[in-house]
């Protein structure tokens, strides 16, 4: 998936995957929700990748209101270094051909290139990175014991640790690659597991009852998800 050739320094990829869907009763033709919307009410993932440094991003997202598209990819721009209008419009952008997300691009004056619609065999570099953040969710949702609607934490989450290692031997992993830094320098680029069991100190307002002064001053907690700052 990696493209070092210089033509593709300037080149993402954008593109929306459905995490929820409907299914049958058994006893009626009407359709139902299933458990795959997402805590928040998320119902779409947007994937974005740097094609030069295989450096991508997991995104939930409500709807497909070209707006909140327009804020995931203005947030993605930042990351890479593309920090303002201008810089942004000298990016290539391969993406779905879903209106929304066309117009997301055009609105910031970028090239755009995508493939006919239904087809997505014509969208190869696009399809292999969803179909990548989609294993990454179900193994993390497997290995962590949640239900399914824990999705936009394991979807973003993947797509941190995914950044934050070296995926061949002699290779900088893709968060140096994009930032010049390695991940987490403070714990020895240390990174963590979708769902395991940490010590966190809660905030005063989460506290029902004061403490005795012997109790400690950590609880036991579900890690989710990474906040990077």
Same mark, same amino acid.
């Given at each position: 998936?990696?493209?070092?050739?210089?033509?593709?320094?300037? /080149? +993402? /990829?954008?593109?929306? &995957?459905g995490m929820s869907h409907s299914r049958k009763k058994k006893s009626s033709d009407d359709a139902e929700p299933t458990d795959d919307k997402g805590i928040g009410n998320y119902r779409y993932g947007i994937?974005?990748? $740097?094609? #030069?440094?295989?450096?991508? =991003?997991?995104?939930?997202?409500? %709807?497909?209101?070209?707006?909140?598209?327009?804020? &995931?990819?203005?947030?993605?721009?930042?990351?890479?270094? $593309?920090?303002?209008?201008? @810089? +942004?419009? *000298?990016?290539? &952008?391969?993406?779905?051909?879903?209106? %929304?997300?066309?117009?997301?691009? /055009?609105?910031? !004056?970028?090239?755009? %290139?995508?493939g006919p619609p239904g087809r997505p065999q014509a969208n190869a570099e696009i399809e292999r990175k969803i179909g990548v953040a989609l294993s990454g969710i179900r193994a993390y949702l497997a290995q962590?014991?949640?239900?399914?609607?824990?999705?936009?934490?394991?979807?973003?989450?993947?797509? +941190?640790? #995914?950044?934050?290692?070296?995926?061949?031997?002699? =290779? &900088? #992993?893709?968060?140096?690659?994009? /930032?010049?830094?390695?991940?987490? @320098?403070?714990?020895?680029?240390?990174?963590? +597991?979708? !769902?395991?069991?940490?010590?966190?100190?809660? %905030?005063? *307002?989460?506290? $029902?009852?004061?403490?005795? $002064?012997?109790? #400690? *001053?950590? =609880?036991?907690?579900?890690?989710?998800?990474?906040?990077?700052?």
């Amino acid at each position: 998936f990696d493209r070092k050739d210089d033509r593709y320094e300037s /080149t +993402i /990829t954008l593109d929306q &995957v459905g995490m929820s869907h409907s299914r049958k009763k058994k006893s009626s033709d009407d359709a139902e929700p299933t458990d795959d919307k997402g805590i928040g009410n998320y119902r779409y993932g947007i994937v974005l990748c $740097k094609v #030069s440094q295989n450096f991508w =991003q997991f995104k939930p997202i409500r %709807s497909l209101d070209s707006h909140e598209a327009k804020r &995931v990819f203005r947030e993605f721009c930042g990351m890479i270094g $593309k920090t303002d209008s201008d @810089m +942004i419009a *000298t990016l290539t &952008v391969h993406c779905d051909a879903h209106a %929304s997300l066309i117009r997301v691009a /055009t609105d910031y !004056g970028c090239s755009v %290139s995508h493939g006919p619609p239904g087809r997505p065999q014509a969208n190869a570099e696009i399809e292999r990175k969803i179909g990548v953040a989609l294993s990454g969710i179900r193994a993390y949702l497997a290995q962590a014991g949640l239900p399914n609607c824990f999705w936009p934490f394991a979807g973003h989450c993947f797509a +941190i640790n #995914s950044n934050a290692v070296s995926h061949k031997p002699g =290779q &900088v #992993s893709s968060y140096k690659a994009v /930032t010049g830094n390695n991940w987490n @320098m403070k714990d020895k680029n240390r990174t963590f +597991i979708f !769902g395991e069991l940490v010590m966190f100190r809660p %905030s005063p *307002t989460m506290l $029902k009852d004061k403490p005795a $002064k012997l109790d #400690s *001053t950590l =609880q036991p907690g579900i890690f989710l998800d990474y906040y990077v700052n």
